[in-house]
Structures are given as C-alpha cells and as structure tokens.
C-alpha cells in the first residue's frame, strides 16, 4: 500500500512539474515568443522573488497582412513556482498556489516569424488581483492603435495619378 501511495505522489509530482512545459509547448511557435518576451521581463523583475511560468491562455489573436508579416495579440495568466528568481532550467519548478495570477497581455509584429523591433513590442503584466474591465480595455486599444495601421499592405493597393 505505502509503494502505491509512493508511485501516485511521483506521478502527481511529475504531471505538476510538466504541466506548464505541456500547456507552453502546444502554443504556436509566434505566441511561445510573445510569453518568452514576457517570462524574461517579469523574472527579471527586481522585486519578485520567485520564478514566473507560463500558466494558460486567454485570448489569442493574429492578423496576416502579407509578405510574411503578422501582428499578434495574446491574454495569459502566468504564476509563481517554487523556484527561486534567476532559475534557468525550470524544468523541476512547480506552481505555487500561495501567491496571485500575473495577467499579461503582449502584443508585437512579426517578419518571417521574428518578432520586430518597430513598433515595439508591447507588454502589460499586472497582478490578476488588481486589473479591471478599464486596465483590459485600454491594453486591447493599446494594441489597436500601436502602429498597426501602417498603411496599405501592398504596392499594388496604392492609387497612382492617371
């Protein structure tokens, strides 16, 4: 009985540990940048003590407008593990369940799949605990309004004088 007792908490312990790895692993490989961008800034973060790791999405969105380029927009929740800030390897953190949600919102363009320098990227993480309807709203107005409207998409869309 203590065997199977011991091989179930192994087992819960592996699925725990590999849970943020499955969910971060099945996004595409453009909005795996976007929550990359994100985990490097919150970790980073000289007030945070632990290591952030991708939770779940929300919301994701992308829009093609030729030539290899697409604008992104992705809504996730990332949490704190029991890692300490600066783990390289994460592979052993698991989720904490003490500390609160950090809703992010990332949005950035992409050329043949690199994220571009112009416009710059745009991160917002704030504690899921404090973010309201008005902080979400003006994040996807943000993200609207960011240099996106760069005009027509193609040279054959131009009107030239006759």
């Known amino acids: 009985m203590a ?3 011991l091989l179930f908490s192994v087992g819960a312990l592996f699925f725990c540990s590999n849970a943020q790895e499955k969910n971060y692993n ?5 909005y795996r940048k ?12 000289v007030g945070l003590q632990h290591h952030f790791l991708f939770l779940r999405s929300l919301t994701k969105s992308d ?7 697409k604008y992104i927009y ?3 929740y990332l949490k704190a593990s029991n890692c300490p800030r ?8 698991q989720f904490r369940n003490d500390r609160p949600l ?3 919102a990332v949005c950035y363009k992409t050329f043949q799949g690199e ?8 991160i917002n993480c704030v504690h899921k605990t404090v973010i309201t309807e008005e902080m979400k709203a003006a994040r996807v107005e943000h993200c609207n309004t960011m240099g996106y409207s760069s005009g027509a998409p193609t040279l054959l869309a131009s009107v030239g004088k006759k």
């Open 3 to 5: 065997a199977l007792l």
């Open 26 to 30: 099945k996004l595409p490989e453009a």
């Open 34 to 45: 976007g929550v990359d961008l994100a985990l490097h800034k919150i970790n980073s973060h």
């Open 63 to 69: 829009i093609e407008s030729g030539f290899d380029v």
């Open 74 to 76: 992705h809504h996730f």
């Open 86 to 93: 600066g783990t390289v390897d994460s592979t052993a953190c």
């Open 102 to 104: 950090i809703d992010c």
């Open 115 to 122: 994220i571009e320098q112009e416009p710059k990227p745009y």
